[in-house]
């Protein structure tokens, strides 16, 4: 018994250790891919920076990071427009999207330039909310658009793929994706977490955005 208890915990270990590294293959993969398209100078229509935790109404490190890479992107490049997004959640005094535009405006990006979108409660929201923000403004424009979302490298795989299902692929869009740096504190905790929530998201969420009433992280 003792022996089959320690055999079966052996092949856990082995299961869990093989699907951590697959998953961080396509996660590494996915963003040093979209770094070069980047680096490449790609020109973009709109910027999406993704929602992140603020405390009181004080961005969190990794929320400034987005801020910061979507500032330097958006300097080099001012005829892009860029969408703030997330809305405000627990201990949270002011919603992220607002926390996203004020540094933005600190950053000198003028506020004719910035979308504000603060209703979302999770990714999936951000992208759905976002969506609809981009359908108002181009009107019955026929052209493709191109989005750069903008979020921690960790992020990136599992963003552009909620993006793409909610409704960021077909003919009239093209993403990519702007990885902003993860800092070193979190970056444990960050990638682990991220790991179960590609798990989560591939067995249990993908097939769930389809519904607009869902909970979705």
């Avoid at 490190?61 to 080099?76: D, F, G, P, Q, V």
Wanted: charged share 30%.
């Amino acid at each position: 018994m003792k022996n089959t208890i320690i055999t079966v915990i052996k092949i856990s270990i082995i299961i869990f250790v093989f699907l951590f590294c697959f998953v961080q293959y396509f996660i590494i993969k996915e963003y040093i891919t979209d770094r070069k398209s980047v680096n490449e100078n790609k020109k973009v229509d709109y910027v999406i920076i993704l929602g992140a935790r603020v405390k009181g109404e004080k961005p969190t490190k990794s929320l400034m990071e987005r801020i910061k890479a979507a500032t330097e992107y958006l300097k080099k490049n001012p005829e892009v427009k860029v969408i703030a997004t997330g809305g405000q959640g627990k201990n949270e005094n002011v919603a992220e999207g607002l926390a996203i535009k004020r540094e933005l405006l600190k950053n000198g990006i003028s506020e004719d330039r910035i979308i504000l979108e603060n209703k979302s409660k999770n990714t999936v929201e951000n992208f759905r909310f976002s969506l609809e923000k981009i359908k108002k403004t181009e009107d019955e424009k026929n052209r493709k658009i191109k989005v750069l979302i903008v979020t921690n490298d960790y992020h990136i795989f599992r963003s552009k793929n909620i993006a793409k299902k909610v409704g960021f692929i077909n003919k009239k869009y093209e993403i990519y994706g702007l990885p902003a740096k993860t800092p070193l504190i979190s970056m444990p905790k960050s990638y682990f977490r991220e790991f179960l929530s590609n798990i989560n998201y591939f067995i249990f969420i993908r097939a769930a955005i389809d519904n607009p009433k869902a909970g979705l992280n």
